[in-house]
T-cell receptor
Framework: DQQVKQNSPSLSVQEGRISILNCDYTNSMFDYFLWYKKYPAEGPTFLIS?????DKNEDGRFTVFLNKSAKHLSLHIVPSQPGDSAVYFCAASATVSYSGGGADGLTFGKGTHLIIQP | NAGVTQTPKFQVLKTGQSMTLQCAQD?????MSWYRQDPGMGLRLIHY???????DQGEVPNGYNVSRSTTEDFPLRLLSAAPSQTSVYFCASSYPAGAGELFFGEGSRLTVL
């Protein structure tokens, strides 16, 4: 049972336009969400996160929106640049699980391959 | 500024062989973990450790062993490799203990023939 879903395996966006990557989750215990970016032959790198007490977090060109009632989050990249071409992973955790020592780690989606067209 | 270092980067094994993937971090992180990445499957947690001497299983632990004798090192052992273990393996660490912002190594690509 997939608890974190990224339903778009790939997304193509023109340079300068907005990229919107979507993520849905099913576990109501998740309260911390992260986006990771991965280039080929490299490890994932942290991009941005959001706690469930917020509905928006912004960092430069990257903004993450959280809709708890819909169990949905999205990553907006504005404007999109060629260097943004990568695979983006949505991840979630339930802080209660690791604060008690029973860390289940992050649950990742399958990723979305973002391609920025020049 | 090394961060998380994984060795080897590439390895080819025959079915039944054993090997150890090494992982070391120099950030004094309590939490370390191993993930595998397979096409169309995302990243799946194999084993994790919340501190030296403490390890536990993740989502896909079968066929793998781990130990955590020091804060810095978290090796992943394959006792008898199988073709199903062909994958890219990532070690990750974070502080404080838990699943917050993970720092990943560059990955180890393993092929089992």
């Amino acid at each position: 049972d997939q608890q974190v879903k990224q339903n778009s395996p790939s997304l193509s966006v023109q340079e300068g336009r907005i990229s919107i990557l979507n993520c849905d989750y099913t576990n109501s215990m998740f309260d911390y969400f992260l986006w990771y970016k991965k280039y080929p032959a490299e490890g994932p790198t942290f991009l941005i996160s959001i706690s469930s007490i917020k509905d928006k977090n912004e960092d430069g060109r990257f903004t993450v929106f959280l809709n708890k009632s819909a169990k949905h989050l999205s990553l907006h990249i504005v404007p999109s640049q060629p260097g943004d071409s990568a695979v983006y992973f949505c991840a979630a955790s339930a802080t209660v699980s690791y604060s008690g020592g029973g860390a289940d780690g992050l649950t990742f989606g399958k990723g979305t391959h973002l391609i920025i067209q020049p | 500024n090394a961060g998380v270092t994984q060795t080897p980067k590439f390895q080819v094994l025959k079915t039944g062989q054993s090997m150890t993937l090494q992982c070391a971090q120099d950030m004094n992180h309590e939490y370390m973990s191993w993930y595998r990445q397979d096409p169309g499957m995302g990243l799946r947690l194999i084993h994790y450790s919340v501190g030296a001497g403490i390890t536990d299983q993740g989502e896909v632990p079968n066929g793998y062993n781990v130990s955590r004798s020091t804060t810095e090192d978290f090796p992943l052992r394959l006792l008898s490799a199988a073709p199903s273990q062909t994958s890219v393996y990532f070690c990750a660490s974070s502080y404080p203990a838990g699943a917050g912002e993970l720092f990943f190594g560059e990955g180890s690509r393993l092929t089992v023939l």
